[in-house]
Protein backbone atom coordinates (compact mmCIF):
# COMPACT_ATOMS: atom_id res chain seq x y z
CA UNK A 1 0.00 0.00 0.00
CA UNK A 2 1.01 3.32 -0.77
CA UNK A 3 2.64 5.69 2.36
CA UNK A 4 0.36 8.92 2.61
CA UNK A 5 2.26 11.63 1.93
CA UNK A 6 3.24 14.49 5.21
CA UNK A 7 1.92 17.77 4.01
CA UNK A 8 3.36 20.87 5.89
CA UNK A 9 1.34 24.12 6.07
CA UNK A 10 1.06 27.14 7.83
CA UNK A 11 -1.49 27.94 10.50
CA UNK A 12 -2.08 31.04 12.19
CA UNK A 13 -2.70 31.67 16.47
CA UNK A 14 -5.04 33.99 17.62
CA UNK A 15 -2.37 36.37 18.23
CA UNK A 16 -1.63 36.60 14.55
CA UNK A 17 1.50 34.32 14.34
CA UNK A 18 2.29 32.25 11.50
CA UNK A 19 3.08 28.52 12.64
CA UNK A 20 4.08 26.11 10.36
CA UNK A 21 3.06 22.21 10.94
CA UNK A 22 3.37 19.15 9.41
CA UNK A 23 0.69 16.16 9.35
CA UNK A 24 1.78 12.68 9.83
CA UNK A 25 -1.23 11.01 8.06
CA UNK A 26 -2.69 7.95 10.45
CA UNK A 27 -5.61 5.85 12.37
CA UNK A 28 -8.09 8.70 13.12
CA UNK A 29 -8.76 7.15 16.17
CA UNK A 30 -5.95 9.43 17.76
CA UNK A 31 -3.64 12.24 16.98
CA UNK A 32 -0.99 13.01 18.50
CA UNK A 33 0.72 16.63 18.34
CA UNK A 34 4.27 16.52 19.24
CA UNK A 35 6.10 19.73 20.56
CA UNK A 36 9.49 20.22 20.44
CA UNK A 37 12.19 21.56 22.92
CA UNK A 38 13.83 24.46 22.78
CA UNK A 39 15.99 25.29 20.12
CA UNK A 40 14.65 22.53 18.32
CA UNK A 41 11.84 22.22 15.23
CA UNK A 42 9.90 19.50 13.34
CA UNK A 43 12.92 19.51 10.76
CA UNK A 44 15.56 18.29 13.27
CA UNK A 45 16.32 14.57 13.13
CA UNK A 46 15.78 13.50 16.88
CA UNK A 47 12.31 15.66 16.66
CA UNK A 48 11.30 13.71 12.92
CA UNK A 49 12.91 10.61 14.68
CA UNK A 50 10.03 10.55 17.28
CA UNK A 51 7.17 12.17 15.19
CA UNK A 52 7.45 9.16 12.29
CA UNK A 53 8.04 6.89 15.95
CA UNK A 54 4.43 7.78 16.95
CA UNK A 55 2.90 7.59 13.76
CA UNK A 56 3.40 4.30 14.03
CA UNK A 57 0.40 4.57 16.61
CA UNK A 58 -1.71 6.99 14.91
CA UNK A 59 -1.83 10.64 13.22
CA UNK A 60 0.62 13.14 14.08
CA UNK A 61 0.76 16.61 13.60
CA UNK A 62 4.22 18.46 14.85
CA UNK A 63 5.27 22.00 14.30
CA UNK A 64 7.62 24.80 15.15
CA UNK A 65 7.01 26.89 17.98
CA UNK A 66 7.12 30.63 17.00
CA UNK A 67 10.51 31.70 17.35
CA UNK A 68 11.65 28.50 16.22
CA UNK A 69 12.15 27.15 12.60
CA UNK A 70 10.32 28.30 10.22
CA UNK A 71 7.53 29.91 12.70
CA UNK A 72 7.72 33.40 12.52
CA UNK A 73 7.09 35.22 16.38
CA UNK A 74 9.87 35.27 18.84
CA UNK A 75 9.97 32.53 21.81
CA UNK A 76 8.60 33.42 24.45
CA UNK A 77 10.30 30.14 26.38
CA UNK A 78 7.01 28.55 27.20
CA UNK A 79 4.50 31.82 27.73
CA UNK A 80 2.47 32.32 24.66
CA UNK A 81 3.69 29.40 23.17
CA UNK A 82 0.25 27.70 24.33
CA UNK A 83 -1.30 29.53 21.64
CA UNK A 84 0.84 27.96 19.02
CA UNK A 85 -0.28 24.61 20.64
CA UNK A 86 -3.67 25.49 20.54
CA UNK A 87 -3.87 26.27 17.21
CA UNK A 88 -2.56 23.21 16.23
CA UNK A 89 -4.44 21.00 18.31
CA UNK A 90 -7.49 22.37 16.70
CA UNK A 91 -6.13 22.03 13.32
CA UNK A 92 -5.72 17.86 14.77
CA UNK A 93 -9.41 17.48 15.60
CA UNK A 94 -9.99 19.67 11.75
CA UNK A 95 -8.53 17.02 10.41
CA UNK A 96 -10.84 14.17 11.98
CA UNK A 97 -8.91 12.55 15.02
CA UNK A 98 -11.42 11.29 17.94
CA UNK A 99 -8.73 11.02 20.12
CA UNK A 100 -6.30 14.58 20.57
CA UNK A 101 -3.32 13.61 22.26
CA UNK A 102 -0.41 16.30 23.60
CA UNK A 103 3.27 15.12 23.95
CA UNK A 104 5.94 17.69 24.99
CA UNK A 105 9.81 17.47 25.73
CA UNK A 106 11.41 19.88 27.69
CA UNK A 107 10.28 23.29 27.37
CA UNK A 108 7.52 21.50 24.57
CA UNK A 109 6.79 19.47 28.33
CA UNK A 110 5.98 23.09 30.35
CA UNK A 111 3.93 24.29 27.27
CA UNK A 112 1.79 20.91 27.69
CA UNK A 113 1.01 21.21 30.65
CA UNK A 114 0.07 24.84 30.70
CA UNK A 115 -2.23 24.44 27.95
CA UNK A 116 -4.24 21.86 29.07
CA UNK A 117 -4.40 23.63 32.09
CA UNK A 118 -5.09 27.42 30.65
CA UNK A 119 -7.13 26.23 27.55
CA UNK A 120 -7.84 23.06 27.34
CA UNK A 121 -9.50 21.11 24.48
CA UNK A 122 -7.54 17.47 24.67
CA UNK A 123 -7.82 13.98 25.99
CA UNK A 124 -4.68 13.65 27.62
CA UNK A 125 -1.23 15.49 28.14
CA UNK A 126 2.25 13.87 28.30
CA UNK A 127 5.42 15.61 29.46
CA UNK A 128 8.46 14.31 28.95
CA UNK A 129 11.73 16.18 30.26
CA UNK A 130 9.91 18.60 31.44
CA UNK A 131 10.80 21.65 34.37
CA UNK A 132 8.44 21.33 37.62
CA UNK A 133 9.48 25.10 38.15
CA UNK A 134 10.87 28.51 36.47
CA UNK A 135 14.11 29.80 36.54
CA UNK A 136 16.02 26.50 36.98
CA UNK A 137 20.11 27.02 36.93
CA UNK A 138 21.27 23.94 39.34
CA UNK A 139 22.94 21.93 36.07
CA UNK A 140 25.16 22.88 33.60
CA UNK A 141 22.97 22.81 30.55
CA UNK A 142 20.50 25.10 32.50
CA UNK A 143 23.37 27.80 32.82
CA UNK A 144 24.14 27.70 29.47
CA UNK A 145 20.48 28.07 28.38
CA UNK A 146 20.01 30.75 30.66
CA UNK A 147 22.88 32.75 29.05
CA UNK A 148 21.32 32.26 25.57
CA UNK A 149 18.43 33.84 26.63
CA UNK A 150 19.52 36.20 29.27
CA UNK A 151 22.67 37.84 27.25
CA UNK A 152 22.86 39.81 23.75
CA UNK A 153 25.54 37.49 22.84
CA UNK A 154 23.54 34.52 23.77
CA UNK A 155 20.74 35.33 21.53
CA UNK A 156 22.86 35.80 18.62
CA UNK A 157 24.28 32.85 18.96
CA UNK A 158 20.91 30.69 19.30
CA UNK A 159 19.68 33.36 16.14
CA UNK A 160 22.30 32.64 13.86
CA UNK A 161 23.31 28.91 15.25
CA UNK A 162 20.11 27.24 16.28
CA UNK A 163 17.74 29.46 14.22
CA UNK A 164 15.79 30.36 17.57
CA UNK A 165 14.83 34.09 17.73
CA UNK A 166 14.26 34.86 21.31
CA UNK A 167 11.92 37.36 22.99
CA UNK A 168 14.59 39.93 24.23
CA UNK A 169 11.81 40.83 26.96
CA UNK A 170 11.40 39.31 30.82
CA UNK A 171 7.87 37.65 31.77
CA UNK A 172 6.02 40.08 33.15
CA UNK A 173 4.01 38.72 34.67
CA UNK A 174 5.49 35.03 35.68
CA UNK A 175 3.47 32.73 33.80
CA UNK A 176 1.92 29.74 35.69
CA UNK A 177 5.08 27.31 36.69
CA UNK A 178 4.34 23.82 35.03
CA UNK A 179 3.83 22.32 38.70
CA UNK A 180 1.04 24.30 39.46
CA UNK A 181 -0.59 24.29 35.88
CA UNK A 182 -0.20 19.72 37.03
CA UNK A 183 -2.89 20.54 39.55
CA UNK A 184 -5.23 22.18 36.94
CA UNK A 185 -5.28 19.29 34.27
CA UNK A 186 -7.28 16.86 35.80
CA UNK A 187 -9.47 15.04 35.00
CA UNK A 188 -7.68 14.72 31.78
CA UNK A 189 -5.26 12.25 31.81
CA UNK A 190 -1.58 13.10 33.03
CA UNK A 191 1.46 11.16 32.34
CA UNK A 192 5.04 12.55 33.43
CA UNK A 193 8.12 10.71 31.72
CA UNK A 194 11.78 11.50 33.22
CA UNK A 195 15.14 10.06 32.51
CA UNK A 196 16.68 9.19 35.78
CA UNK A 197 20.66 10.47 33.95
CA UNK A 198 18.49 14.03 32.70
CA UNK A 199 21.45 16.81 32.45
CA UNK A 200 19.00 19.42 32.42
CA UNK A 201 16.53 18.81 35.04
CA UNK A 202 16.95 16.18 37.42
CA UNK A 203 14.16 13.71 38.32
CA UNK A 204 12.76 16.01 41.57
CA UNK A 205 11.13 18.12 38.44
CA UNK A 206 9.20 15.30 37.03
CA UNK A 207 8.30 14.54 41.17
CA UNK A 208 7.34 18.11 41.57
CA UNK A 209 4.81 17.97 38.86
CA UNK A 210 3.64 14.38 39.83
CA UNK A 211 2.52 15.74 43.03
CA UNK A 212 0.93 18.88 42.26
CA UNK A 213 -1.25 17.18 39.69
CA UNK A 214 -4.57 14.78 40.85
CA UNK A 215 -6.01 11.86 39.68
CA UNK A 216 -5.62 10.31 36.79
CA UNK A 217 -2.04 10.38 36.64
CA UNK A 218 1.32 8.67 36.31
CA UNK A 219 4.75 8.76 36.47
CA UNK A 220 7.47 7.26 34.98
CA UNK A 221 11.18 7.76 36.46
CA UNK A 222 13.35 6.24 32.80
CA UNK A 223 16.58 4.01 34.13
CA UNK A 224 19.34 5.00 31.89
CA UNK A 225 17.66 8.02 30.18
CA UNK A 226 18.98 11.34 29.54
CA UNK A 227 17.21 14.19 28.08
CA UNK A 228 14.11 15.05 25.65
CA UNK A 229 13.83 13.86 22.18
CA UNK A 230 17.62 12.34 21.83
CA UNK A 231 17.23 10.36 24.87
CA UNK A 232 14.13 8.41 23.64
CA UNK A 233 14.30 4.84 22.36
CA UNK A 234 11.73 3.16 20.02
CA UNK A 235 10.64 1.51 23.18
CA UNK A 236 9.90 4.52 24.66
CA UNK A 237 8.23 6.05 22.07
CA UNK A 238 5.57 2.73 21.75
CA UNK A 239 5.44 2.65 25.15
CA UNK A 240 3.87 6.25 25.49
CA UNK A 241 2.27 5.54 22.04
CA UNK A 242 0.51 3.16 24.03
CA UNK A 243 -0.62 4.56 27.17
CA UNK A 244 -2.05 8.08 24.97
CA UNK A 245 -4.27 5.52 23.12
CA UNK A 246 -5.75 4.37 26.10
CA UNK A 247 -5.14 6.80 28.70
CA UNK A 248 -8.14 6.32 31.13
CA UNK A 249 -5.93 2.95 32.02
CA UNK A 250 -4.07 5.28 33.76
CA UNK A 251 -3.51 3.32 37.75
CA UNK A 252 -3.32 5.08 41.27
CA UNK A 253 -0.40 3.81 41.85
CA UNK A 254 2.35 7.17 43.00
CA UNK A 255 5.39 5.75 39.94
CA UNK A 256 5.57 3.44 37.48
CA UNK A 257 9.73 2.59 37.13
CA UNK A 258 10.33 0.73 33.63
Known amino acids: MTELVAKAETLVTEDAVPIEAVHLPGDRAIGLVVAHGFTL ?3 RPHVWQVARR ?26 KEIYDLDVVVRHARELGYEQVVTVGFSMGAS ?23 WYYRGSP ?4 V ?37 ARIAPTP ?4 HGDRDGYFPSDHAEQIFAGAHQPKELWIEPGVAH ?22 VTASPEVVA
Open 141 to 144: SMRR
Open 111 to 133: VVLRHAALLGGVDAVVSVSGPGR
Open 228 to 249: AESAMSPELLDRIAKWAAAPMA
Open 54 to 79: LNLHGGVVAFDFRGHGRSGGSSTLGD
Open 190 to 193: LLIV
Open 146 to 182: HWAVEHPAGRVFAKLVMNTRINQGRWDPVPLPPAEAA
Open 41 to 43: NWR
